[in-house]
């Protein structure tokens, strides 16, 4: 018999957190459920969870490193494995440090390796060519946000527990559980501001798990947030509705902003979303006559035409309205292991940089040093000094989640080298030399140093790993940081404990450097010896809590946090709700907040062009996500097969009956970069004129490893309709949302 005993830790699959209480049988996990007495998530957990039981047993699953041999994978050792790597990269790292690319996808946020030893790979490789799912998502929000208030990660939380008046904008929490806002529960937390008399307002151009249990919904032509909202910034300056309460002193820039709001009258607005003027004006009456409100878009906002724009107003009209940094509206967390707005001189600081370097062929600027991901076939497949030779993915699937997926699939298959830091034989890893394993989820330590960055509550919570490294696996950082010793010319064999400490001494020389943290000025030998007994992530999380801003500061702070006080705390440490950070959070150059940065403004011609523009009965494709499902990489776990969980093409009874399309049978829906043929599902959910195709499938092609997933047909992978000349000018994000297609029946 084996024993039975009970592990907590926090749930790594989404941005939400929520603790789990595992059940383990010798090591086997049996049970998975919410934890109670999680400081932050009470006991709320979602299906994903319950199928981590799965993943775990998952026989597809890639156990031991793969290498390609006459067409298909072998079993290897690691050490054959990275000597294969080795000698796939070393000629190409030696005659340019550009033809190796990298693309890291959505998981390394949630994991430590990523967090902590994505970058260490990236410095070792000296490449320009970076890329990551950050094209396909957030982008927008971190250029809008740097621009405003100084760093990337200084982005507004909506606080949702206090607030009166939330106004969302293309997200759909009650299938994603929240992003760029994490907060456990969001069904619970919605359901709460509904009992309170609060109003929840949805913007969607579909009827969402979310829209239905709003007050209101408005339907939105796909793409034209940023028009809606400039008319209702029109309504506050035309209406005399602006009240920046406190705010104004630190401020720069509302003259410009007015300026640039004057075309877009709720009429011209109206013309171009869809919502009428007198509703755009009666929504933001409303908005600014609430005591206290939060506006927010996520994911339809972000990946759309206008993203980086959309992005801007969500927040310009949190500053308008007097609702930023104020309890009840959108505020800055200050998460326990520290970020640019708490390191540095407070108030003040260098703005976001960008544009230090450019892709070759399209000349996109970086930002965050990185470069579009839409760019990344044409960086692959176009001959010339620079080209991409060579690429290495770590938790990412580009050949389903990035745009023109069959034309990268291609590039994929052109690249002389090639290797996936991955968990299966994915779409992408299948074009892999060489696959190296990431270590079961339970095998590893967990905090979610991203997203307490962006939580509704300053959060700290540490998971130990549930169960030891199985025979034969690797811990990810050690594979990360092998990569690195590869990259960096100590090879295939350096000696890993040495490069870790050097990675965990430069973190440890930058906290005790920050003049704002509680240890600034410690001896760096001293506060060494304290930490000198862990090693590998766990060490890297104990110096960024010490140096945080709660941290114990080697001695300074006795009470403060270190991983030692977070191992006594298995459901977390709550640090407390949000509190206001203005002005000490900004990183501006003028130390304000910046309302109409230069190179907003001079993108917002571009959306004055764009008021003219008329449909004319043509068809936009818009994606969705599912509760049940993940991106591209959970369709292989058996208990979220089935049920609603279908990758069919929405589409609305108006526009089925107008185009001889029936429920259920096969349509073929055509863009400028592609063609599909998918099941379709009439219904009134989306709006007329739009089609709506989730992500991330299109599993059944051939080499792949998922045999469930690849199963029943494998759904439709709909980013070969996604055009990779389709982007937000400014930041270079792709256009996933609104993309012109052609729909008949098949
Ligand atoms: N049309 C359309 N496209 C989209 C979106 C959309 O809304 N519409 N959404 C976009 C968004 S928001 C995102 S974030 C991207 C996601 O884009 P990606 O990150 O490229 O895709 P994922 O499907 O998340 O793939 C994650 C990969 O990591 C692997 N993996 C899982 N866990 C681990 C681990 O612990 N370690 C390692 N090494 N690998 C692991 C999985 O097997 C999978 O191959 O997709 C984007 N694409
Ligand atoms: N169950 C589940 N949870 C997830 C994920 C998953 O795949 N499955 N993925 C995770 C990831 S990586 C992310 S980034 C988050 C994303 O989290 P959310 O942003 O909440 O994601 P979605 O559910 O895709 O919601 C986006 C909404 O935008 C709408 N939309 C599309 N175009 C437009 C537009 O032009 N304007 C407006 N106003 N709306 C538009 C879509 O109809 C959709 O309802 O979810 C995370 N959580
Ligand atoms: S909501 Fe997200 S964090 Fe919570 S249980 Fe589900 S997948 Fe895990
Ligand atoms: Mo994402």
């Known amino acids: 018999m084996s024993e039975e005993r009970i592990a907590y830790r926090t749930c790594p699959l989404c941005e ?48 031991v490193p793969l290498i390609r041999e006459n067409g298909s994978f072998r079993e290897a050792s690691w050490d054959e494995a990275f000597e294969r790597v080795e000698a796939g990269l070393r000629p190409l790292l030696d005659r340019d440090r550009n033809s190796v690319g990298v693309y890291l996808g959505n998981p390394n946020v949630h994991n430590l390796a990523g967090t902590f030893y994505g970058r260490v790979l990236l410095k070792a490789l000296g490449t320009q060519n970076i890329y990551s799912a950050t094209t396909v998502d957030q982008m927008p929000k971190h250029v809008s946000s740097g621009l405003m208030f100084g760093t990337p990660l200084s982005i507004p939380i909506p606080d949702v527990d206090r607030t009166d008046h939330f106004l969302v904008l293309g997200a ?90 004057e075309p877009f009258t709720p009429e011209a607005a109206s013309a171009a979303c869809g919502i009428a003027a007198d509703e755009i004006r009666r929504m933001v009456r409303e908005l600014a006559s609430a005591d206290r409100a939060a506006v927010y878009g996520r994911i339809g906002t972000s990946t759309q035409e206008f993203g980086t724009l959309a992005s801007w107003l969500v927040d310009v009209i949190n500053v308008l309205t007097g609702n930023l ?71 990412g699937n580009p050949a389903v989640s990035t745009p023109d997926a069959a034309r990268l699939a291609k590039a994929l298959e052109d690249l002389d080298f090639m290797v996936s830091v991955d968990i299966y034989v994915t779409e992408t890893a299948r074009h892999a030399d060489v696959i190296l394993p990431a270590e079961p989820v339970l095998t590893r330590a967990h905090y979610d140093g991203a997203f307490y960055n962006l939580s509704v509550r300053n959060i700290a919570n540490y998971s130990p790993p549930s169960l030891p490294l ?44 920050n003049p704002i943290s509680p240890a600034h000025g410690v001896d760096e030998e001293k506060a060494w010896d304290v930490v000198a007994h862990r090693r590998g992530p766990e060490r890297m999380l104990d110096v960024l809590l010490r140096t945080g801003p709660y941290g114990e500061g080697f001695g300074r702070n006795p009470d403060g946090l270190t991983l ?35 190179p907003i403004a001079n993108d917002v011609s571009r959306l004055v062009a764009a008021l003219s523009r008329r449909r004319n009965g043509g ?62 599902e009439v219904c009134e959910a989306v709006m007329p ?58």
Do not use: Y
């Open 470 to 513: 199985p025979a034969g696996a690797m811990a990810e950082w050690e594979v990360l940081l092998r990569l690195a010793g590869i990259a960096g010319d100590a090879g295939a064999h350096a000696d890993l404990e040495a490069l870790d400490e050097l990675v965990a001494h430069e973190a440890l020389r930058r906290g005790v450097q």
């Open 325 to 395: 940094d104020r309890e009840g509206g959108a505020m800055f967390t200050k998460p326990a292991i520290g970020s640019a707005n708490t390191a540095g001189a407070p108030g003040k600081g260098r703005g976001l940089p960008f544009g230090r370097f450019r892709s070759r062929v399209r000349g996109r600027p970086e930002f965050l040093g990185e470069l579009p991901v839409a760019c990344l076939a044409e960086e692959i497949l176009t001959p010339g000094d620079g080209q991409i030779r060579a690429l290495i993915t770590v938790a």
């Open 172 to 261: 759909n929490p009650m299938a994603s559980n929240g992003s760029l806002f994490t907060a456990p529960d969001l069904p619970g937390r919605l359901r709460a501001l509904k009992q309170r008399g609060g109003k929840l307002v949805v913007v969607d151009p579909r009827r969402t798990e979310t829209a239905k249990k709003a007050d209101e919904h408005h339907f939105i032509v796909p793409g034209t947030d940023a028009h809606l909202l400039m008319g209702m910034v029109h309504t506050l300056f035309a209406e005399d509705l602006v009240t920046m309460n406190g705010l104004a002193e630190h401020t720069a820039g509302v003259e410009d902003l007015h300026a640039l709001v």
């Open 619 to 680: 068809m936009m494709l818009v994606g969705r996500r599912q509760l049940r499902s993940n991106n591209s990489w959970m369709h292989n776990l058996p208990s979220l097969r089935g049920g609603s969980n279908r990758c069919t093409v929405q589409i609305h009874v108006d526009d089925a009956e107008r185009l001889g399309i029936s429920d259920g049978k096969l349509v073929r829906v055509t863009s400028s970069s592609g063609e599909v043929e998918i099941e379709a």
């Open 564 to 598: 030692d006080v977070l191992e006594a705390s298995p459901h977390g440490v709550d640090l407390g709700p949000l509190e206001p950070r203005i002005p000490e959070v900004l990183r501006t150059a003028s130390g304000k907040i910046e309302l109409a940065p230069e």
């Open 16 to 63: 939400a957190t929520c603790g789990l209480e595992l059940t383990i049988e010798g090591s086997t996990l049996t049970k998975v459920r919410g934890d109670e007495q999680d400081v932050f998530s009470k006991g709320f957990l979602c299906p994903k969870a319950l199928a981590l039981i799965d993943l775990e047993n998952d026989p597809d699953r890639v156990r």
């Open 689 to 746: 004129g739009v089609v709506s195709i989730p992500h991330g499938w299109g599993h059944d092609v051939d080499g792949v490893g998922w045999a469930v997933a690849a199963g029943e047909g494998g759904g439709t992978n709909s980013n070969v309709l996604a055009p990779s000349d389709l982007i937000d000018e400014l930041s270079g994000n792709a256009v996933l949302s609104g993309i012109p297609v052609t729909v008949s029946p098949a």
